[in-house]
Antibody
Framework: QVQLVQSEAEVKKPGASAKVSCKAS????????MYWMWQAPGQRPEWMGR????????KYSEKFQGRVTITRDISANTVFMELSSLRLEDTGLYYC??????????????WGQGTQVIVSS | SYDLTQPLSVSVALGQAARLTCGGQ??????VHWYRQRPGQAPVLVIY???NRPSGIPERFSGSNSENTATLTLNSVQAGDEADYYC?????????FGGGTKLTVL
C-alpha cells in the first residue's frame, strides 16, 4: 500500500537548521508531487512548499520562502525538507503529503506520520 | 487571499447525523477536499472533489458543495468519528486549509 515514512523528532536551538526526510513506497515515486505541511499545536495545517519529484522543480509558500529547501533522492524514493534559521515559533509537526490530481485542484493522500521539531534555547 | 471558515466545534449524539460546514466566497466553483485528524495522528483524506470517498472510507461519509458553502455529512456518528475535520481548496497555486472543526460525540 502507499506509505510515507518520516524521520524521527528533532530538538534544535534557535538559528539552527532542521532536515526532515520522507520515504515513499507502494507507488511510482516520480509520478506525484510531494508537499510539505507545517502544523503548530492546535492549529490548522499550512503548506510550506512542494517538489515535482520527476524534474525537481520546487515552489515555496510566501511564509517560508527563503528559509525552506525541498529536495529529493530518486534512487532512495525519499524527499527532504530543510528549514533554516529556526525560530521558537517554528516548533510543531511537519508532514509530507503526496499530491493527487492536478495542481490547483488536487488533494493529499496519504500523509506521512509527522515529524515533531522542537525549537528551544 | 482566499479564506475558508469552519465552525470551531460541533457536538452530536451517538448515532445521529453531523453536518460540518466550510464557507468560502463562491466555493461552489472550487474542488473541496476534507480531512479527518484524530488526536495525535496525521490527517486522513475522507472526501475529495466535493463528493468522492476514497477507498476505505465508510459510506456514512458524504460531501456536497453549493454556492458559498461546502458540507461534510457524517451519518450514524460513531465514537471513532470524534476528531478535527479540515476542508481544503486551492487559491491559484497556494494550498488553503480551513481552521478546522472539532467534532464531539456525546
Amino acid at each position: 500500500q502507499v506509505q510515507l515514512v518520516q524521520s524521527e523528532a528533532e530538538v534544535k536551538k534557535p538559528g539552527a537548521s532542521a532536515k526532515v526526510s520522507c520515504k515513499a513506497s507502494g507507488y511510482t515515486f516520480s509520478g506525484h508531487a510531494m508537499y510539505w505541511m507545517w502544523q503548530a499545536p492546535g492549529q490548522r495545517p499550512e503548506w510550506m512548499g512542494r517538489i515535482n519529484v520527476a524534474n525537481g522543480d520546487t515552489k515555496y509558500s510566501e511564509k517560508f520562502q527563503g528559509r525552506v529547501t525541498i529536495t529529493r533522492d530518486i534512487s532512495a524514493n525519499t524527499v527532504f525538507m530543510e528549514l533554516s534559521s529556526l525560530r521558537l515559533e517554528d516548533t510543531g509537526l511537519y508532514y509530507c503529503a503526496r499530491s493527487v490530481g492536478a495542481t490547483g485542484e488536487g488533494w493529499f493522500d496519504p500523509w506521512g506520520q509527522g515529524t515533531q521539531v522542537i525549537v528551544s534555547s | 487571499s482566499y479564506d475558508l471558515t469552519q465552525p470551531l466545534s460541533v457536538s452530536v449524539a451517538l448515532g445521529q447525523a453531523a453536518r460540518l460546514t466550510c464557507g468560502g466566497q463562491a466555493i461552489t466553483y472550487k474542488s473541496v477536499h476534507w480531512y479527518r485528524q484524530r488526536p495525535g495522528q496525521a490527517p486522513v483524506l475522507v472526501i475529495y472533489r466535493d463528493t468522492n470517498r476514497p477507498s476505505g472510507i465508510p459510506e456514512r461519509f458524504s460531501g456536497s458543495n453549493s454556492e458559498n458553502t461546502a458540507t461534510l455529512t457524517l451519518n450514524s456518528v460513531q465514537a471513532g468519528d470524534e476528531a478535527d475535520y479540515y476542508c481544503q481548496v486551492w487559491d491559484g497555486t497556494a494550498v488553503v486549509f480551513g481552521g478546522g472543526t472539532k467534532l464531539t460525540v456525546l
